[in-house]
């Protein structure tokens, strides 16, 4: 049972326009949701996060936006540059564990 | 921002050997860190948590004699696979948190991985 789930394997936009990845999640008990981007052979790196305490997040160019209610979350890049090119996976976690569940991640390719 | 060491990188071994990956924090204190193995094109999942000084909490499915993992100090923890098969060649990664910095113990930051093939 995935509790995480990023629904679109992969994402191909302009350089310099939005890119816009999406992330849903079935677990209630999450409070916590971060938004990481990996390279080939490397670890994820940390971008932005989110508790559920709010619905938005601004870092720069990165934006994350959190609906509870629909158990959703996005991540917007804007705007984007050809080395945002990478696998992008969103977490979430319970306060309480503090373990990170991923979602299958999202491949961007920003073209230029 | 905080760094996360994981060594070797990349190792190659025969099947039936034991690999020892070392992962540490580098300029914080961890209290806790994570186990994670990533087939390719998938996700990252969970194989155990880890605090230092005590026995590591193992996700269902993971067998805890195969995966030997050891958090002695608060910089640094190691996973070993035991008694290795061509079934266990995956991208092993760790990551490290601490409660010190909000409470919480995100954000986790994670280590560049390690690479196993099991010939």
């Known amino acids: 049972d995935q509790q995480v789930k990023q629904n679109s394997p992969s994402l191909s936009v302009q350089e310099g326009r939005i890119s816009i990845l999406n992330c849903d999640y079935t677990?209630?008990?999450?409070?916590?949701f971060l938004w990481y981007k990996k390279y080939p052979a490397e670890g994820p790196t940390f971008l932005i996060s989110?508790?559920?305490?709010?619905d938005k997040n601004e870092d720069g160019r990165f934006t994350v936006f959190l609906n509870k209610s629909a158990k959703h979350l996005s991540l917007h890049i804007v705007p984007s540059q050809p080395g945002d090119s990478a696998v992008y996976f969103c977490?979430?976690?319970?306060?309480?564990?503090?373990?990170?569940?991923f979602g299958g991640g999202t491949r961007v390719l920003v073209k230029p | 921002g905080a760094v996360v060491s994981q060594h070797p990188s990349w190792v190659i071994c025969k099947s039936g050997t034991s690999v020892k990956i070392e992962c540490r924090s580098l300029?914080?204190?961890?209290?806790?860190m994570f186990w994670y193995r990533q087939f390719p094109k998938q996700s990252l999942m969970l194989m155990a948590t880890?605090?230092?000084?005590?026995?590591?909490?193992?996700e269902q499915g993971v067998e805890k004699d195969k995966f030997l993992i050891n958090h002695a100090s608060l910089t640094l923890s190691t996973l070993t696979v035991t008694s290795a098969h061509p079934e266990d060649s995956s991208f092993y990664i760790c990551?490290?948190?601490?409660?010190?910095?909000?409470?919480?113990?995100?954000?986790?930051?994670f280590g560049d991985g390690t690479r196993l093939s099991i010939l």
């Open positions: 990551s490290a948190g601490s409660l010190k910095w909000t409470g919480n113990l995100q954000p986790q930051h």
């Open positions: 677990n209630s008990m999450f409070d916590y």
């Open positions: 989110i508790s559920s305490i709010k």
């Open positions: 977490a979430a976690s319970v306060a309480a564990g503090n373990k990170l569940t």
């Open positions: 300029d914080f204190q961890a209290t806790t």
């Open positions: 880890s605090n230092e000084g005590s026995k590591a909490t193992y």
